[in-house]
């Protein structure tokens, strides 16, 4: 699998309800990082936690970090119809300049 | 709008055609990069510039030839491509602290290109 690997790959939820999206990675890293991205656009950043965090938070958004199991976890709460994206995580590769992005998890609110 | 422009934002070229993207940064960063997004694959990253050095050729084949004059403007030369490297291509910049390409990166809205 990859490095960054979300999941689902896709999931749809009616306006109102939470959406969850799960990070798995392989290697160590620095930091990970959430980006949304609309159809056919740039990326845009959502939120980055460190190595050394274990959740964060940013308006309806919560992020959390298990470096034990090498995963993280996207919450949005109280979807709205705007969310309509796909969602992917981003993993630094220690000591090197990349950063490694998964295939997206696409979702879709139901208005 | 993320200070990070690309043009064009749709180019369809045949395979012997020679064109060039470009994108441009207004935020000041010393980092940036190139990205190949296709269909149902992950991000890949292509190439990375710090301080308007390459310091990341990630395996890109040589149809692909990357120039950064300095740090605002990142381009990226096409030539000889093939129906596969239809694709949408992003760049991204980022401000390096030396600590580590660590943090956010900036993306622009993407060039579509389709190789006929």
């Known amino acids: 699998s990859q490095q960054g690997e979300e999941d689902p790959q896709a999931l749809s939820i009616q306006e109102g309800e939470n959406a969850t999206m799960n990070c798995s990675y392989k290697t160590s890293i620095n930091n990970l990082q959430w980006y949304r991205q609309n159809s056919g656009r740039g990326l845009v950043h959502l939120i980055l936690?460190?190595?050394?965090?274990r959740e964060k938070h940013s308006g309806r958004l919560r992020v959390t970090l298990d470096t034990s199991k090498k995963s993280s976890s996207l919450l949005i709460t109280a979807s709205r119809a705007a969310d309509t994206a796909s969602y992917f995580c981003?993993?630094?590769?220690?000591?090197?300049?990349?950063?490694?992005f998964g295939t997206g998890t696409r979702l879709k609110v139901l208005a | 709008e993320t200070g990070v422009t690309q043009t064009p934002r749709h180019l369809v070229m045949g395979m012997t055609n020679k064109k060039s993207l470009k994108c441009e940064q207004h935020l000041g960063h010393n980092a940036m990069y190139w990205y190949k997004q296709s269909a149902k694959k992950p991000l890949e990253l292509m190439f990375v510039?710090?301080?308007?050095?390459?310091?990341e050729n990630n395996s890109v084949p040589s149809r692909f030839s990357p120039e950064c004059p300095n740090s605002s403007h990142l381009f990226l030369h096409l030539h000889t491509l093939q129906p596969e490297d239809s694709a949408l291509y992003l760049c991204?910049?980022?401000?390096?602290?030396?600590?580590?390409?660590?943090?956010?990166?900036?993306f622009g809205p993407g060039t579509r290109l389709t190789v006929l």
């Open positions: 981003a993993t630094d590769e220690s000591g090197t300049y990349k950063y490694i």
């Open positions: 991204a910049s980022s401000q390096e602290t030396g600590r580590a390409f660590g943090d956010t990166q900036y």
């Open positions: 936690i460190r190595s050394n965090e």
């Open positions: 510039y710090s301080l308007e050095e390459r310091v």
